[in-house]
T-cell receptor, first 114, second 114 residues
């Protein structure tokens, strides 16, 4: 069965430091991959997505992610974290182009220290 | 509308009562999804509507849960005889086409069953 694993439940980084959030997926074919961010009390906002082509994708708010087929990974990165990046981050895989149904990871909570 | 609108934003109900949660998707979005986010959990797919096609109900956890979408627009998620384990945030999302381009989420309805 398809699944998404975010190994880190909680991460704390200092403001200005670099960030990498890990995501591993289990899916037989080429997946559609997404990262969403959820600020407290808010819905989820799409940060970036990968369908095909260039394996390094750029998103909003200075985030990027790299698809590595050999590692079944889609890690999210940001070179310099801002205090406003504190939120919960969800990785998701789209398992069918017909339905758009997504399988979400458990989420990683990012705390930013001043 | 400009975004996905959900109402109410918060709902407290007594165990055994029925509740209705409403989702008003972005105008023109043909696909509509309901997900459930329980405390400390990722997002759990509930149901998917696409145009006039039969909905994908594969994620509904029990027959106490049902949903409809009238006129291809507004959707209502109904939970009958609510139980404490139904307490969660219920998120609605909509998208153009099949949704593999990514969703736009609403802010959710926080349901508390006491």
């Amino acid at each position: 069965a398809q699944s998404v694993t975010q190994p880190d439940i909680h991460i704390t980084v200092s403001e200005g430091a670099s960030l990498e959030l890990r995501c591993n997926y289990s899916y037989g074919a080429t997946p559609y991959l997404f990262w969403y961010v959820q600020s407290p009390g808010q819905g989820l906002q799409l940060l970036l997505k990968y369908f095909s082509g260039d394996t390094l994708v750029q998103g909003i708010k200075g985030f990027e992610a790299e698809f590595k087929r050999s590692q079944s990974s889609f890690n999210l990165r940001k070179p310099s974290v801002h205090w406003s990046d504190a939120a919960e981050y969800f990785c998701a895989v789209g398992v069918s182009s017909n339905t758009g149904k997504l399988i979400f990871g458990q989420g990683t909570t990012l705390q930013v220290k001043p | 509308g400009a975004g996905v609108s959900q109402s109410p934003s918060n709902k407290v109900t007594e165990k055994g009562k029925d509740v209705e949660l409403r989702c008003d998707p972005i105008s023109g979005h043909t696909a509509l999804y309901w997900y459930r986010q329980s405390l400390g959990q990722g997002l759990e797919f509930l149901i998917y509507f696409q145009g006039n096609s039969a909905p994908d109900k594969s994620g509904l956890p029990s027959d106490r849960f049902s949903a409809e979408r009238t006129g291809g627009s507004v959707s209502t998620l109904t939970i009958q005889r609510t139980q404490q384990e139904d307490s969660a945030v219920y998120l609605c999302a909509s998208s153009l086409g099949t949704g593999v381009t990514g969703y736009t989420f609403g802010s959710g309805t926080r349901l508390t069953v006491v």
